[in-house]
Nanobody, 128 residues
């Protein structure tokens, strides 16, 4: 079992920035990647970014086309905490942001089924 706890969400004005954190604990030795998704009211959960944490592609990052250039995923050197830096926030970024952990393959890296564990989510609201 892996436990994930997100933090860093809040209310921010358009154009602002946030850094979300996700701390993983438990059986993390089987983790191959950690990612971020978000879900806005009335919408499906969507993939944002993921980072490889094991194997030959450790450190490789992957992004949804819609967030490239504004979102940046990174990890601490112990690979127990993953961050999502979000810049130039827009009202459309308002959503609950979720951290995910799992063993996705290339075909499932950008899908929910690639991940086995999920955090409880952190709310991000962008409004003036």
């Amino acid at each position: 079992q892996v436990q994930l706890v997100e933090s860093g969400g809040g209310l921010v004005q358009p154009g602002g920035s946030l850094r979300l954190s996700c701390v993983a604990s438990g059986s993390t030795s089987d983790t191959h990647a950690m990612g971020w998704f978000r879900q806005a009211p009335g919408k499906d959960r969507e993939f944002l970014a993921t980072i490889r944490l094991s194997g030959g592609s450790t450190g490789n990052t992957y992004y949804a086309d819609s967030v490239k250039g504004r979102f940046s995923i990174s990890r601490d050197k112990y690979m127990s905490t993953v961050y999502l830096q979000i810049d130039s926030l827009e009202p459309k970024d308002t959503a609950v942001y979720y951290c995910a952990d799992g063993r996705p393959i290339t075909a499932t890296m950008r899908t929910m089924r690639g991940y086995s564990y999920w955090g409880q989510g952190t709310q991000v609201t962008v409004s003036s």
